[in-house]
């Protein structure tokens, strides 16, 4: 079974055992490189590779770099919008029982976070694959339509840790394009190529997740259909915990702008879910949009609240979120993708 978590008190625990991580270290003999995709079920398929005796050697690097980056870090509180600076790294709390407790994913009960069951399904394929005797060998890894891989080590004390990389498929050359390295010469390289790369997404290790990329954790992890689902409930939230009335018309549009965008629809969600949205009322809404240059919008308030169309919803939203700004010395509005709270 799997518990997640976001709240102040995982961050604050993670922090008291910084010590725990600055002494763990990954057991060279252990190191494993394994492919997996997951499947329309919500299930993972983790698959083991096999590997030459050198390049487990630059995998066992690249993992102890992660550990030393992790080390190093400091934990701020979730968000799927802030920037991480290069010594940051988000973190989710996660209770992790025996493989023999996970086979039944059905059990898995998380209020916070939907795409629990996709995790728990995720280390309980990856422990599976890594006792396994499997191995695959070329033929079968080009048959394999994988979008991350992982690799699985354990520490010094003996404890499972996986570092997770979304990556799909190999790399291959294209029309117009070949691969080469140089060796006396340049010479052509024959697909498929697996790159491996110097940083990892997200690693989990004993009761924690630690996320550097959010992108690639809700890539992998994310239950669209659900996501989907829910946007009724989502705009509905809104609608109670706005500080002023949202016509009917307009409501409809942020729903069927959320239901034909994925980004759209995380962004609903969050706005759903946060704490300032009674602050949003016609006083300060007014102020604003007065930051705006009109012909951006015909976003209209009056006595009955406000109203916009189709094509002023990305806008109020990104409003809502508090994502639009003027430039304090060109005077120009601009709108964040992503920020960070000073």
Not at 55 to 70: D, G, Q, S, T, V
Not at 256 to 266: D, P
Not at 268 to 281: D, F, K, Q, T
Request: net charge negative; proline share 2%; charged share 25%.
């Amino acid at each position: 079974m799997i518990d997640i978590s976001m709240e102040d008190e995982v961050v604050n625990l993670v922090c008291e055992h910084a010590m725990k991580f600055a002494q763990t270290k990954i057991a060279s003999s252990s190191v494993k490189l394994l492919i997996g995709r997951r499947n329309a079920n919500k299930t993972v398929e983790v698959d083991q590779v096999k590997v030459s005796t050198d390049i487990k050697e630059e995998i066992f690097e690249l993992a102890n770099i992660a550990m030393e980056r992790l080390q190093a870090s400091s934990f701020p509180k979730f968000s799927e919008t802030q920037i991480l600076e290069d010594d940051e790294c988000f973190v989710k709390e996660v209770l992790l029982n025996s493989v023999e407790e996970q086979q039944d994913i059905s059990m898995v009960a998380d209020d916070v976070l939907p795409e629990a069951e996709t995790v728990a399904s995720l280390v309980s394929a990856t422990q599976l694959a890594v006792r396994s005797t499997g191995r695959l060998g070329l033929d079968d890894i080009k048959s394999k339509q994988f979008t991350f891989y992982v690799v699985a080590a354990k520490t010094d004390n003996d404890e499972d840790i996986y570092l997770v990389k979304r990556q799909r498929g190999f790399k291959v050359a294209v029309k117009g394009r070949i691969f080469t390295r140089y060796a006396d010469g340049l010479q052509r390289l024959d697909d498929p190529i697996f790159g491996l790369a110097y940083d990892f997404d997200f690693i989990i290790f004993k009761d924690f997740i630690f996320v550097w990329s959010v992108d690639s954790f809700y890539s992998l992890f994310m239950d669209v259909e659900e996501l989907q689902k829910s946007i009724p409930a989502f705009v509905e939230s809104i609608t109670i915990g706005l500080g002023i009335t949202v016509s009917p018309a307009a409501l409809i549009y942020v729903s069927q702008s959320a239901e034909g965008s994925i980004r759209k629809a995380q962004q609903v969600r969050r706005i759903a879910g946060s704490g300032w949205l009674h602050m949003v009322n016609s006083e300060n809404l007014v102020k604003a949009i007065i930051e705006l240059d009109a012909e951006t919008h015909a976003i209209k308030i009056d006595n009955e609240g406000v109203t916009f169309e189709p094509e002023d919803v990305d806008i109020f939203l990104s409003i809502v979120e508090q994502r639009i700004y003027r430039g304090k010395f060109d005077g120009k509005t601009r709108q964040s993708q992503a920020s960070k709270t000073l």
